[in-house]
């Protein structure tokens, strides 16, 4: 049957952004205050500003007359349906997400949600990643979801302890140097 004579539903699995993975089962979204105002500045960017200026534009290409051959029309409905998506998956997100300031911890040494990490491997290459939420972490800067390996291998450790990663080549032991924490 033509994807034009489906109806989309409100519980549709392709709710989940693309590129970000469902949250593992039974488990919190920990965000950072800065990625819940993140989220949240997106959700009202979508909801204030982009899905009415789309709503005027369809509904100006609707008042053109055929609408099979409109651009404006075709391209605004499926925009639409794109902002749509993407308002319920970051109400979704938004709804079951945990704060969890990192900067509660400052001063600490062991490794908690929000911790920047540096890390030395067996070579002796050190590397230093920053714990974030699922919906906030960028691999670009140097920060991890607090579910990826990593993470999880270094959660509860303190600065010297060593700790085994689990990887596709096998156990890697590494060595924590530094944990840091936002100031208050």
Same mark, same amino acid.
């Given at each position: 049957?033509?994807?034009?004579?489906?109806?989309?539903?409100?519980?549709?699995?392709?709710?989940? &952004?693309?590129?970000?993975?469902?949250?593992?089962?039974?488990?919190?979204?920990?965000?950072?205050?800065?990625? $819940?105002?993140?989220?949240?500045?997106?959700?009202?960017?979508?909801?204030?500003?982009?899905?009415?200026?789309?709503?005027?534009?369809?509904?100006?290409?609707?008042?053109?007359?055929?609408?099979?051959?409109?651009?404006? $029309?075709?391209?605004?409905?499926?925009? *639409?349906?794109?902002?749509?998506?993407?308002?319920?998956?970051?109400?979704?997100? *938004?709804?079951?997400?945990?704060?969890?300031?990192?900067?509660?911890?400052?001063?600490?040494?062991?490794?908690?949600?929000?911790?920047?990490?540096? $890390? &030395?491997?067996?070579?002796?290459?050190?590397?230093?990643?920053?714990?974030?939420?699922?919906?906030?972490?960028?691999?670009?800067?140097?920060?991890?979801?607090?579910?990826?390996?990593?993470?999880?291998?270094?959660?509860?450790?303190?600065?010297?302890?060593?700790?085994?990663?689990?990887?596709?080549?096998?156990?890697?032991?590494?060595?924590?140097?530094?944990?840091?924490?936002?100031?208050?």
């Amino acid at each position: 049957m033509n994807k034009a004579f489906v109806k989309e539903t409100e519980d549709d699995d392709d709710d989940e &952004a693309p590129g970000l993975p469902p949250l593992p089962a039974g488990a919190r979204n920990y965000i950072t205050p800065a990625g $819940y105002a993140r989220l949240r500045a997106e959700l009202m960017q979508l909801l204030d500003v982009e899905r009415p200026k789309m709503v005027e534009t369809v509904s100006w290409a609707a008042k053109n007359g055929d609408r099979s051959e409109n651009g404006d $029309y075709l391209y605004g409905k499926k925009r *639409l349906r794109e902002i749509d998506r993407r308002i319920r998956f970051l109400t979704k997100r *938004l709804d079951i997400a945990e704060i969890a300031d990192p900067a509660l911890h400052h001063g600490h040494t062991q490794v908690f949600f929000g911790a920047t990490v540096t $890390y &030395a491997r067996a070579d002796g290459s050190a590397q230093t990643i920053t714990i974030k939420g699922i919906d906030e972490a960028d691999s670009l800067r140097g920060e991890v979801s607090w579910v990826a390996p990593i993470a999880r291998a270094l959660l509860k450790a303190q600065e010297g302890d060593e700790v085994q990663l689990v990887t596709p080549a096998g156990v890697e032991r590494i060595e924590v140097l530094e944990v840091r924490y936002p100031a208050p």
